[in-house]
């Protein structure tokens, strides 16, 4: 069974600068897409990034491009979201999801079907 659990998160000031971390088991996650989330407060879960693992391959929305980067380390099994430049609007509760690769970008929540629990980002302005 594929599971995730993230950590890393925390507050932060504008500006500044966090590491999340996805820690991946159960699986073989050469085959797979690992994606990251966010959800704020009374708002839908929205896409970040997804890395296709086997070539390492990422893409990024608009709101983050730029200023985020995903990353693995295959010996870890370790997922990294290097988030720079942070704003307040980026506050939220972020996740990341697994689900078996495809040619596509996993851009949606319900292409993946494997999630860790969250973990909370602030962004004090």
């Known amino acids: 069974q594929v599971q995730l659990v993230e950590s890393g998160g925390g507050l932060v000031q504008a500006g500044g600068s966090l590491r999340l971390s996805c820690a991946a088991s159960?699986?073989?996650?050469?085959?797979?897409?690992i994606g990251w989330f966010r959800q704020a407060p009374g708002k839908e879960r929205q896409f970040v990034g997804t890395l296709k693992w086997s070539r390492g391959s990422t893409y990024y929305a608009g709101s983050v491009k730029g200023r985020f980067t995903i990353s693995r380390d295959n010996a870890e099994n370790m997922v990294y979201l290097q988030m720079n430049s942070l704003k307040p609007e980026d506050t939220a509760v972020y996740y990341c999801?697994?689900?078996?690769?495809?040619?596509?970008?996993?851009?949606?929540?319900?292409?993946?079907?494997?999630w860790g629990q969250g973990t909370q980002v602030t962004v004090s302005s």
């Open positions: 999801a697994a689900r078996s690769s495809t040619l596509a970008w996993g851009l949606s929540t319900t292409s993946y079907a494997y």
């Open positions: 159960g699986g073989s996650f050469s085959t797979y897409d």
